[in-house]
């Protein structure tokens, strides 16, 4: 008893100190060596190796030192003790030992072969978070930092094609990676490489769906540098945001597709079904999501106009946004649903209406806030990933699997695009030149939703080889092509703008967006009339009702409202709206032609003179003054609210 | 096994969608009504409960709701299991379950009228989240935070007030209450209403230690909306914030106070020994906290001067001081010091050198960054300790010990207050006067610290009880006092600038500020040679040697510095120090005149005259712009940065 008594006294000792302390430590270390790192790279303009490659490489290291330097001081742990009582293992155990009883809680499964040495190094174990972190507080912010930066024109002007890849080929690419998988496992059990365990199709599946989710966070970083052309760009993007929306939906469906009997034979009923998840899944959370985006709008156009005063207290706004793009996911999550979905369609939605509401203080802080927590939360995933090589304690290695998996990644990632881009050629007017779709077959890495997605669940056996397996591709993807991007540029022939970073005459950058502007009004009368229908109709019903009544933008709702409605619409309009009468009606005219063309920049990607290219990019900056972000219009007003403002907020 | 293998699928599944979602959302719901409670408080100028006891409150109603709406799903877990072969509780549990070995991780002691149906209730297990994070993750910012916004020259003019409350005061505070319950808990185990668990004086003195953790931010936030006398807020508001650094060390030295033989006899050995303790974990805590920021600055000056670029990049600036100031927390706490004290001076340090020297974007950011930091984590612990009364655990409630121990903290609080009061009374030019004392007595309320101490270690059963006391004291202190402020405040008698914040007219404002001048301008002579020498020769250093080392102003080291260091000194000194030359006599005035004099306002709190009053407000402002805080200089800088900022880091 005295004795037992001095151990735990010891031990709370331990864990009144610097409980946690340590490994966090770790981690801002490894944040603080790669912010260095980064600076030093933008310096020397150096791309070889993105930052993101850099922190999964210190990483890695800091793992190799934790893994064999830090010594086991627990003695007892390796031992593993028989409970006859027990017959499963329930989530909370109580555990009477000499008359006292002690609360453990449930961590996981683990594989025989594991159960060594390793297993009662504390720092390991605290080393390894929870996984849920990673889906509950790393994830949302760079989903919705994606969603809420997204260039809508050029976005929408690719829609069609965007889909395709994210859609369709996101299936395919799951099809086909499970399909070589499925045929590996079966060829490795055959000459006895793999033990007998119970390796399904639908696992197979599952692990093609994880490894379906592309993250060409690398290469994107590099095309936004450089100024890589525009449409390509986008594509990307586009493909890779709502690729991983649809990667994740895809593995939450085929986790609960169940058949009936046999569970490798294929049951129409449950196939269906899980197609029937997947799209209610997908529809409910891209509701759920905007919904939120929907009642934040609401709540700051409230404030703005009739209650007022929410904007006199910006971090109360910040707060607010903040709060409830947060719930956005969450709610989804709670629900069944899929979190990240609802906070991408959360962040476009807040683009689109909420952020027209804010305060001009807000618009930076919000802004800042996202594009700082994107930051933060990117690098801790990416360093994590190079912890997690040694630090996690059940992997479990298979070579020949690993290189299955690896030719598998490969031949579906060409089944999708190549194939796709034909189809989407015969469609465009604008066609996807071969290069780019080299490119963009190039671009096919792994990274921090794959990844999440394979701890998410590593309690059984194989679970845990996929688990690796996925960590290692994620590795060599990062590396190998993240590193090549820039040589594959120039290789591909690819233009980008890089001397536009350098420096342009002011003067020069004038006259080339007069040009651009000319020849966009050229285009307007041709283009009005190819622009899809079904989006006419959507932003027609957008202008006209969603944004007056979300926004301070748009007709008033009086004009756009039938008559019978005028008191309701008078009620629910901004006072400034009328104002905005005027100006309204140009806006409609970008709209139709910015937003809803096809091919407003039709001589866009064959090597061209520097005129129509510094156009383009010029097109880029003026957008991102038309939407607000830092623009220098909201900028004065700033200045006057935080002069008043000041001294009220900063203990508030 | 099959029926196994199904129990764990059904377990994996629950675990893999909304594993910790719920908890969060309910944070987050928490939260976004505590933001707009505020907002309605603050539009109609309500303030008998403030935000903090309005965030308790909503606290408190959701843990009764989750408390008695949630149902324990499961079953077996109130079962408690034997395990012969264990004599005691290893941290990790290894457990082989028909042939399957899962691993367990320790949590905590449980009592045994505690073992009954709650503990399988998963909602609550998960709603009580881990005290490591509290300490780690949310009390940093607001420490921090506290440092950060320091006004640094009306802390200075009551330093040695200050520093008397804050050091002798809490040892008094701690005594008196260990002394008190130590009697009581004799008295109580005498009439047989305590077991014998073992509650020695350390103990006591334990519960006294985090008990003289005062936190009045309600007050402090009441007081800064209406604007109460400058002097009064600093006396509170330093005693406050280096109050919880002593009470945090003074609980970390008694935890590892350890008498020889008899736990209740005096021994001196030891005591010295604790005392050695507390002075060496507070002063390396200092040290370690300082010399982090001088990192920080140093870093942060040489990208400004030599490397330079880093300021072109406002997001990596902002991260590296964001990262490099929560690592003096951590590395404190890893280094077995106290992570409290370490941010604390790491922010005044901050706030002192790097803030100068951080670009004027990283400057709005990180003040904004922090600012909302705080502002979260602050809702957040309040939030969680009205959740904490009906869903943590292991409450032990002793109505006796409760009672005690609010009595102890108002016999504590007064023998603290009163007798130092008098005491520096005899010693100061300008008296503490008695309606002060009364209302520094009367804002002893016990907030997130003591909770945060408390919460920290429940793993005992006296500490259980502790608990429990102290949350409930928290509760009543919010309330009751928080909420009594304004009231008391008028009851007192103390001015406030109310009408300032409903607006002054500027040219009023200007001539305020003309006469204040000069006002100053005749103290100048007269309180120059009052000044404390050693604080004169402490700014003499750090004018002369420190900030022209670390930031851009002062004189440049070449004109301080003896002769034959000129190399060093060229090299070390920025190129803008030398332009500040002309600037730099007028500094030394300002600081030998404001930051040092004891009594530059001497009229300061009797009632006077209105045109006194708006100048000594006045003074404040100028005190903010004077620091850089959102001043407007700054401010057209950032543009031009932003400007070109914007598109290079928006995707970086």
């Known amino acids: 008893m005295e004795k037992l008594k001095k151990y735990i006294s010891v031990r709370d000792e331990d864990h009144f100190y610097h409980q946690g302390a340590v490994e966090l430590l770790i981690f801002n270390f490894l944040l603080i060596l790669t912010i260095l790192t980064i600076w030093l790279f933008k310096n020397h303009r150096f791309r070889f190796l993105h930052e993101t490659g850099g922190a999964m490489l210190y990483g890695l290291v800091m793992g190799l030192i934790i893994r064999y330097v830090t010594k086991s001081p627990d003695v007892e742990s390796g031992t593993v003790y028989e409970c006859e009582k027990l017959k499963s293992g329930p989530s909370t155990l109580l ?54 930066s997204l260039k809508k024109r050029h976005f929408f002007r690719n829609l069609g094609s965007i889909l395709a890849y994210a859609f369709l080929g996101t299936a395919i690419s799951c099809i086909v ?58 594509l990307l993007f586009g493909e890779s945001v709502l690729n991983d929306a649809v990667a994740i939906v895809l593995t939450h469906s085929i986790s609960i597709y169940s058949p009936k009997e046999n569970p490798n034979a294929f049951d129409a009923a449950a196939f269906f079904q899980s197609v029937g998840n997947f799209l209610g899944i997908f529809a409910g959370s891209f509701a759920m999501g905007s919904s ?54 959360c962040g476009v939605t807040q683009a689109h209406y909420t952020y027209n509401n804010l305060s001009p203080d ?23 990933m190079g912890l997690a090589l040694f630090t996690f304690q059940n992997h479990i290695f298979n070579p020949l699997f690993i290189f299955g998996a690896l030719v598998a990644v490969f031949v579906a990632r060409a089944s999708n695009i190549y194939p796709l881009s034909f189809l989407l050629n015969l469609g465009r007017k604008q066609k996807i030149p071969r290069n780019f779709q080299h490119m963009m077959m190039f671009s096919g890495l792994r990274g921090a939703i794959a990844f999440a997605l394979a701890i998410r669940d590593t309690k059984s056996q194989p679970k845990q080889m996929m688990f690796t397996t996925a960590l290692l591709i994620v590795f060599f993807t990062v590396w190998v092509f993240g590193g090549g991007t820039t040589p594959m540029l120039t290789w ?10 350098v420096g342009v005459d002011p003067d020069e950058d004038l006259k080339a967006k007069a040009a651009s502007q000319s020849a966009s009004d050229l285009d307007k009368n041709t283009t009005k009339a190819e622009s899809a229908w079904l989006f006419r109709i959507w932003y027609g019903f957008d202008h006209k009702y969603l944004k007056p009544l979300l926004t301070h933008t748009g007709p008033p709702l009086t004009s756009t409202l039938p008559e019978w409605c005028n008191p309701v619409a008078r009620l629910l309009t901004s006072p400034s709206a009328y104002g ?37 990019i010029q097109a880029t900056g003026k957008e991102d003054i038309q939407e607000g972000d830092l623009g220098l219009g909201g900028y004065k007003l700033q200045l006057q609210h935080t002069a008043g403002q000041s001294q009220k907020s900063s203990l508030a």
Chains 1, 2 share one sequence.
């Open 362 to 384: 807000s618009k930076m802080r919000t802004k800042q806030l996202f594009e700082f927590m994107n930051f933060l939360a990117e690098n801790v995933i990416f360093c994590y």
């Open 292 to 345: 939120y985006a929907v009642v934040t709008a609401l709540i700051s156009f409230m404030h703005l106009t009739k209650f007022t005063k929410l904007c006199e207290f910006p971090m109360l706004e910040t707060g607010l946004f903040f709060l409830l793009s947060w719930s956005a996911f969450l709610s989804a999550e709670a629900a069944g649903l899929t979190g990240i979905v609802a906070v991408l369609f």
């Open 580 to 616: 905005d009468q005027l100006k309204d009606d140009d806006t409609v005219d970008i709209i139709n032609n910015d937003e809803l063309t096809e091919n407003c920049e039709s001589s866009a990607h064959i090597p061209v003179p520097a005129q129509d290219s510094t156009g383009s």
């Open 177 to 234: 990676i499970g399909l070589i998988m499925y045929g590996f496992v079966k060829a490795m059990v055959h000459i006895g490489q793999l033990k007998q365990w119970e390796f399904h199709f639908t696992d197979c599946l599952f692990f093609g769906s994880l490894m379906s989710a592309t993250d060409p966070v690398t290469v994107l970083a590099i095309f936004h540098e450089l100024n890589v052309d525009t449409d390509l760009y986008t």
């Open 492 to 501: 591909l022939q690819i233009r980008f703008g890089f001397f536009y970073r």
């Open 95 to 148: 555990i009477n030992i000499t008359n006292q009883v002690y609360e453990y809680q449930y961590k996981r499964e683990i594989s025989h072969h594991n159960v060594n040495g390793h297993q009662g190094n504390a720092m390991l174990q605290k080393m390894t978070f929870d996984p849920s972190i990673f889906f509950n507080i790393l994830l949302p912010p760079i989903i919705f930092h994606a969603g809420y």
